[in-house]
């Protein structure tokens, strides 16, 4: 089955820019999703298609995939950006099972 | 409004069953992909399975033969059966549409979740 990897923290101060990786074996091949989700609350997609934002995501966000690695990097880190962030995948060679990476805890020092 | 609201989560003993579901509200919930997510305490994402619009399936290795998703459109409500839980199947379960409003399937709208408790 297809595995993703993400690093577990990521700390960054207020207004420098955090980059949260995701790798893959040939991720770039695949569409890449990002959630954030904060303490008890439901997760929300933040970047989809590798690159897209959803409507309600601030242009801060911005996502990138090649290689073995599928990047999120939000510039300009706010204090509310705090919170875990997940890549998932849709794994088609194994009856096209969804894939989650192990997720990456944001700190804002 | 998009809306998601899970029910039907609380204690159950190793062995046993419990029926979750989860009711849609302002779309076509017919035509829409639904998927459960679960998260057990402390720890990430897990994708549990999904039901398309018309009804197929598809189920992650853990729970295969266990739990089965289904969908009654005539009432806009997604259900998770689960049997046989284990202590594993410990976790806050989460419904979302996929690829409703967004392309390639992404996860666009999440209820809030019921919480799974597996214990004797």
């Known amino acids: 089955s297809y595995v993703l990897t993400q690093s577990p923290s990521v700390s960054v101060a207020p207004g420098q820019t955090a980059r949260i990786t995701c790798g893959g074996n040939?991720?770039?091949?695949?569409?890449v999703h990002w959630y954030q989700q904060k303490p008890g609350q439901a997760p929300v997609l933040v970047v989809y298609?590798?690159?897209d934002r959803p409507s309600g995501t601030p242009e801060r966000f911005s996502g990138s995939n090649s290689g073995n690695t599928a990047t999120l990097t939000i510039s300009r880190v706010e204090a509310g950006d705090e919170a875990d962030y997940y890549c998932?995948?849709?794994?088609?060679?194994?009856?096209?099972?969804?894939?989650f990476g192990g997720g990456t805890k944001l700190t804002v020092l | 409004e998009v809306q998601l609201v899970e029910s039907g989560g609380g204690l159950v003993k190793p062995g046993g069953s419990l029926r979750l579901s989860c009711a849609a509200s302002?779309?076509?919930?017919?035509?829409?992909?639904m998927t459960w997510v679960r998260q057990a305490p402390g720890k990430g994402l897990e994708w549990v399975g999904r039901?398309?619009?018309?009804?197929?399936?598809d189920y992650a290795a853990p729970v295969k033969g266990r739990f089965t998703i289904s969908r009654d459109d005539s009432k806009n409500t997604l259900y998770l059966q689960m049997i046989s839980l284990k202590i594993e199947d410990t976790a806050v379960y989460f419904c979302?549409?996929?690829?409703?409003?967004?392309?390639?399937?992404?996860?666009?709208?999440w209820g809030q979740g019921t919480m799974v408790t597996v214990s004797s």
């Open positions: 039901v398309k619009s018309g009804g197929a399936t």
């Open positions: 302002g779309f076509t919930f017919s035509t829409a992909w």
């Open positions: 040939n991720i770039e091949s695949r569409s």
């Open positions: 998932q995948v849709w794994d088609s060679s194994s009856a096209h099972q969804g894939v």
């Open positions: 979302a549409t996929e690829g409703y409003n967004y392309r390639e399937n992404a996860l666009d709208v």
């Open positions: 298609g590798d690159s």
